[in-house]
């Protein structure tokens, strides 16, 4: 057995040139010395230092080495370390086997006979050492074998040929249900269906030094248990480590079904969105030319009839023309909504600065009003120039028209940094709402003003809600009647 560990050797003499020649005779690589003059002292040593051998002088002022080995030996930590008695006076039978008494392993005679105390010393550091790596690893054993009897998982030696657990730890208990003993004395493959018996025998006479593999157990109550299992081959043995997955590969069946539900769902939202389109078209089509033949027909015949029939007849093509006019407008709001949740999303970096000032300029040439606009620097973001450049227009469009009947409009513009995203915003000093609808504002066909006060289809806000969804961001929104409101959207930084 090689020994690797420093050996220390604790000299007891009160006379220190004694302790100087010990010294010198057993010096060896590998070892350590400690010395004490007295009894006391080398107490003090031998209970604060872990001391492999003690050499003990018998005669001693104050307290002898006899008195110093009873309480050595009478002391947990030191009463297994060997003592060697050294004496030149005692030398008669009576005085050796008092030594013997008191716990010593040796009795040396001085002077000292330096080939017999060498190779007395040697002899016994060895066996303390020795034992000491015993303890050691018997300690190290106790250990492991308390971390594997304690461990959740099956940890195991099993004959691959008979499939009969050698030894096991105590998680078969928790997860199969059988006894070690009971599972000792079983073969394995008794506990699985046919199919994984094959599997086990092929991978019995697999070359393989590593198997991994899932199988179905069934439990000492009948109940099923999926078991992950980790095999290493050695010495024509199955080190096993298995562990209990039951629980897991439910969660995955249940997300298998899920997932397959899914699938369903989105061919029918796939179905759905061919039929949107199919119907998108139709109303594009279908829709849009008896619309034009009512509003031709209805002008020519306006214009026929004008200075020849009366006030009620012409009033009531108006409203047919103005009527066909707004179901257009309705139609072109619908097919662009629809068309926007099929668009691709090209990000590029926008100057929001930039575009809000070109969109507001084509608004100021159309709107008759006079605006005072406080537009703030606005941080540049990642998005479609196109698809935002339609969320402002909504935007702004809005708050001018809902500002319309006042004296002064005012329209502010910003926006903030916010954590992971960029909150703009629009605010005005229009008609307002009541908070208490606000839920309403962002569906479609929703209006929180009669279409008398404010003219419009209701699709304007649900198109800002549907392109901001579609950048990742969030819409809503803030207002008091007749104070006003103020619109927000995000865009993620």
């Given at each position: ?6 050996a ?7 006379i220190?040139?004694n ?14 010395f ?20 003690i ?33 030149a ?13 008191e716990?010593?392993?040796d ?30 690893k ?9 971390l ?26 928790s ?91 989105l061919?029918?939202?796939?179905l ?25 027909y ?72 006079k ?27 809005n708050?001018?028209k ?16 916010v954590?992971?995203?960029?909150v ?7 008609a307002?709402f ?41 819409v ?7 104070l006003?409101?103020k ?7």
């Amino acid at each position: 057995m090689a020994l690797s560990r420093i050996a220390t050797l604790l000299i007891v003499d009160d006379i220190p040139a004694n302790i100087v020649a010990l010294e010198n005779l057993l010096q060896k690589e590998g070892r350590n010395f400690l010395n004490a003059s007295s009894g006391n002292e080398a107490l003090k040593v031998a209970f604060s230092a872990s001391v492999d051998l003690i050499i003990l002088d018998v005669q001693m002022a104050g307290m002898d080495g006899f008195e110093v080995a009873q309480l050595l030996k009478s002391n947990k930590k030191t009463r297994d370390i060997p003592i060697i008695f050294a004496s030149a006076v005692n030398r008669e039978h009576l005085s050796m086997l008092k030594g013997y008494e008191e716990g010593a392993v040796d009795y040396l005679l001085k002077p000292l006979d330096p080939d017999i105390t060498k190779a007395k010393v040697s002899i016994l550091l060895q066996n303390q050492l020795q034992k000491k790596e015993l303890m050691d690893k018997n300690a190290s054993l106790e250990k492991s074998a308390l971390l594997i009897n304690n461990s959740t998982d099956i940890i195991g030696v099993m004959d691959p040929v008979s499939f009969v657990f050698e030894e096991v730890n105590n998680a078969v208990v928790s997860i199969l249900g059988f006894t070690r003993e009971e599972m000792k004395a079983m073969e394995v493959t008794d506990l699985v269906g046919e199919g994984d018996k094959k599997l086990f025998m092929s991978l019995s006479a697999s070359k393989e030094e590593r198997l991994s593999f899932e199988m179905e157990f069934k439990t000492k109550e009948g109940e099923k248990r999926y078991l992950q299992w980790h095999v290493t081959a050695k010495d024509q043995k199955w080190f096993v480590y298995a562990r209990d997955i039951t629980l897991q590969k439910r969660a995955d069946d249940k997300i298998m079904v899920l997932n397959t539900s899914l699938q369903e769902n989105l061919n029918k939202l796939e179905l759905t969105n061919r039929e949107l389109e199919s119907f998108s078209y139709s109303v594009s089509h279908d829709l849009r030319a008896p619309l034009r033949s009512i509003t031709g027909y209805s002008g020519m015949l306006q214009e026929e009839l004008e200075g020849k029939a009366d006030e009620r007849i012409l009033k009531l093509l108006g409203t047919v023309q103005r009527n066909a006019k707004k179901m257009g407008e309705l139609i072109d709001d619908l097919l662009e909504f629809s068309r926007l949740g099929r668009q691709e999303i090209r990000k590029a970096e926008v100057n929001m600065d930039q575009l809000v000032a070109n969109i507001m300029d084509e608004l100021q040439a159309s709107f008759p009003h006079k605006i005072t606009l406080i537009q703030k620097t606005l941080i540049k973001a990642k998005a479609d120039r196109s698809l935002v450049g339609q969320v402002w227009a909504n935007l702004l469009s809005n708050a001018l028209k809902y500002s319309s009947k006042k004296e002064t409009i005012e329209v502010e513009i910003g926006s903030d940094r916010v954590k992971d995203e960029i909150v703009y915003y629009v605010k005005d000093n229009g008609a307002g709402f009541d908070m208490k609808y606000s839920y309403k504002l962002f569906d479609v066909f929703q209006r929180l003003h009669h279409s008398d006060e404010f003219e419009g289809t209701g699709i304007g806000l649900a198109i800002v809600q549907r392109i901001v969804n579609r950048h990742g961001g969030r819409v809503w929104a803030e207002g008091e009647p007749e104070l006003g409101a103020k619109f927000y959207f995000t865009l993620p930084l």
